[in-house]
């Protein structure tokens, strides 16, 4: 699995590059703006998850130590090990990505800036209802450190979202009035 991992990781420059020239063709000069957007800023949020699930792991593995009885000792396989820290990686990583598709959905006009401010206590919630479920240990700590981000990340798309609207609202009495100018 470290192997399949790493291949992926390594040759991820040449697979990336591949894709992006497969799909660049079929897009527009503004399309791949916010596609280059979108990707310049999922890749430092995604490293930030897996930064902070790094500094989540120890503490993972000593609550889960700590159900050994004193004077035994406890084997765990690397197999195992490997597997937990990966998917711990992963669940934050993706995480700390979930904030875009609510501005990429909000851009693309599907997702409305009135529902998420309206949503917002919902959405406070199921984050820390997935924060407690994600978090490896049933620790309030590493609960706290994934959801607090998480409802940081939600707040600015809803920031976002909530200027998008505003500015499309803007062009769309701007395109108005210069319309009824026009007749």
Do not use: C
Not at 96 to 106: D, G, I, S, T
């Amino acid at each position: 699995k470290l192997s399949v991992y790493l291949g992926v990781l390594v040759a991820s420059p040449v697979w990336l590059y591949q894709l992006w020239a497969f799909v660049v063709p079929g897009l527009t000069r503004r399309e791949r703006r916010y596609a280059m957007t979108f990707a310049g800023a999922a890749v430092p949020m995604f490293v930030a998850g897996v930064g902070l699930a790094w500094l989540v792991l120890p503490n993972a593995v000593g609550f889960f130590t700590d159900f050994v009885p004193q004077g035994s000792s406890i084997f765990t396989s690397a197999e195992v090990y490997f597997g937990f820290a990966t998917r711990l990686m992963l669940v934050f990583g993706l995480a700390f990505v979930l904030p875009l598709f609510l501005v990429a959905l909000n851009l693309v006009g599907v997702l409305g800036a009135k529902t998420l401010v309206k949503g917002w206590r919902i959405a406070v919630v199921l984050i820390f209802l997935f924060a407690a479920i994600a978090s490896p240990s049933p620790e309030v700590g590493s609960m706290i450190a994934l959801a607090l981000p998480m409802i940081a990340q939600y707040l600015a798309a809803m920031g976002i979202a909530v200027l998008n609207d505003r500015r499309r609202a803007r062009r769309a009495r701007e395109e108005g009035f210069a319309d009824l100018e026009d007749d």
